[in-house]
């Protein structure tokens, strides 16, 4: 008994040293502005002219309050409040609260608060890019075409699409890769005009429709209508996550059995609640990204209002980088760095983001992907411990809304 008394106190002394050190290690990294440190966010804070740890906190609870009700119970109300009192100078507060109201359906008051933000924003602000054209305050969808990327490879097919309460377009894009054998790949299908499906038919037999992770389920039935030859393929938690678990899957991507060997490679992003699966296509230097790494590119044409203000919101508004809530649905940091750096050590060029422009990372994608994503291949798992820590200290809610999450999940 004393040993087990004396082996269990040396543990939990290791434990405990080796947290303070995680603790030593992180504790100049920002848990918002993923991958910098806090000198970066005291540097935004002054040219944005307001603490952006404070309205990133607060912004996030409004937003995911919004976007995910279900999950979440945030008191949106109550975040809102605060942007306006604590944070009324900034612009992109008004911006926040514009976007909440609009979902609401409170049109008058959104309208107010916009016009609040329009007043304050000045154009060389940080944000400034987050403010919303008269067209996609409209809720105007943008026209949508076949955009080819390499010419006879590579095609892109954007969607814009809402979702749930709020009225302003989400976007994503289908890519569509021609193999050498003329065969055709719609790697993440979405809905598409009639007349663009029948333009990807002309490019090939299309043979595979791969969903590439578990929180990609929208069009996966409705690119099966379109492309009723093809074979549909998914990630294990489709077959979980409640809102897929009814979807046709003819298979489950398997970095053990690769689905195009040889022409096409892919990697599973292990110990990550979004199962996404990473290809990489070497005859043209190409990545394919879904929701690995979000981007925002301001002077970039394609980034919707509802995408930039939700890229800002999560702590990316001038590149590439990982979402600040990411952290949180790890779950095996060891398996996520190892799958990161088999990303990572592709010889990519071109970077095409499911959520981002075909022209967003044309050329030096691995630099781009290493500066995304180079901390977490180097993250300790003591180290990330302690980040997630940090997180719910500023967002305890959180904590209850991951448990319900995964409950819900089923894992
Ligand atoms: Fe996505």
Sequence with gaps: ???ALAVGGVATALVGGRLVLAQRSVADRSIFLLGRGLADEAALSAR?????GRFYGLAQRALWG???PDLIRADV????AALAGELGGLFASHVVIAFVRRARGQAQAADEALARARELARPEHPFAHVLPSA??????APPVALEEVVPGVLWRVPVF???GLVPFHEFAYATVIRRRSGEVVLLNPVAMPEAIAAEIRAIGPVTHLVTPLKFHNLFVAEGQRLFPGARSFGVAGHRKNPPSAHL???GILDDRAPLFPGEIEQVAIAGHQFEETVFFHPESRTAFVHDLIFGCQPGRPGYTFWWRLYCLVFGIHDGFGVPSYHPMLWTNVPRLRASVARVLAWDADRVLCCHAPASAIEAGGREVL?????WVRDLGTAEHAVMVGRYFREQPGFLRDLLRYLVKQGG
């Design 66 to 68: 919004i976007l995910q």
């Design 48 to 52: 944005v002219g307001a603490p952006v």
């Design 161 to 163: 699409y809402t979702h």
């Design 1 to 3: 008994m004393s040993l």
């Design 135 to 140: 067209a996609e305050w409209a809720c105007e």
């Design 77 to 80: 109300d109550g975040a809102c």
């Design 248 to 250: 046709r899957f003819d």
């Design 370 to 374: 290493e500066g995304a994503l180079g």
